[in-house]
């Protein structure tokens, strides 16, 4: 298995402006999943792309998936102070079930 | 919505004792998981189950660690002798197949005195 790393780290933004993190991973997945983490809180998935799909909506979210270039995005549009968190995302490959957990970007939306 | 539930949110316990730790994956689904986060470093895989049985687990999960389904509701993760350095919190999660969406509980806040 492999994690994922985000980039940035950390993100500062004004509310009402897009949000966007970035993820690079190494080896060919089966999918891709990204999550919101508060501080100190629980995970809470926001979308799953397979490796056959380029790219997803969620509400305010979207996510591309680039499996040539082993890179994923998530764009959060219209930001709110309540999209504060960190924002992790976690592939899955090979025979594995589990999903590997890099540091994060920390978003920070200023109201 | 249906969500994954943990029980106790806090555990304090004295190193060298037992603990279990609760959780009530979503119904349906059929893959369930454990992973640990202590304060300030990364969400780290523990466990993952499946068919009454351990599909994959980390080099963390060692004889200290064992997992168990005793109905159809709950799954339990139980460290025989904490440490020190079990402190952290635990999550659990599940998922419907093995390369569907996981979704995480809120936690469980393990403290070892």
């Known amino acids: 298995s492999q994690q994922g790393e985000e980039d940035p780290q950390a993100l500062s933004i004004q509310e009402g402006e897009n949000a966007t993190m970035n993820c690079s991973y190494k080896?060919?997945?089966?999918?891709l999943q990204w999550y919101r983490q508060n501080s100190g809180r629980g995970l809470v998935h926001l979308i799953l792309?397979?490796?056959?799909?380029r790219e997803k909506h969620s509400g305010r979210l979207r996510v591309t998936l680039d499996t040539s270039k082993k890179s994923s995005s998530l764009l959060i549009t219209a930001s709110r102070a309540a999209d504060t968190a960190s924002y992790f995302c976690?592939?899955?490959?090979?025979?594995?079930?589990?999903?590997?957990f890099g540091t994060g970007t920390k978003l920070q939306v200023i109201p | 919505e249906p969500e994954v539930t943990q029980t106790p949110s806090h555990q304090v316990t004295q190193m060298g004792q037992e603990v279990i730790l609760r959780c009530v994956p979503i119904?349906?689904?059929?893959?369930f998981y454990w992973y640990r986060q202590i304060l300030g470093q990364k969400v780290e895989f523990l466990v993952s189950?499946?068919?009454?049985?351990?599909?994959?687990k980390s080099e963390i999960f060692d004889d200290q660690f064992s997992v168990e389904r005793p109905d159809g509701s709950n799954f339990t993760l139980k460290i025989r002798s904490t440490k020190l350095e079990d402190s952290a919190m635990y999550f659990c999660?599940?998922?419907?197949?093995?390369?569907?969406?996981?979704?995480f509980g809120p936690g469980t806040r393990l403290t070892v005195l």
């Open positions: 999660a599940s998922s419907l197949g093995g390369w569907d969406e996981q979704f």
């Open positions: 080896t060919s997945i089966n999918n």
């Open positions: 792309i397979r490796s056959n799909e």
């Open positions: 976690a592939p899955q490959s090979g025979g594995y079930q589990k999903v590997t």
């Open positions: 119904s349906n689904h059929l893959y």
């Open positions: 189950f499946y068919n009454n049985e351990i599909s994959e």
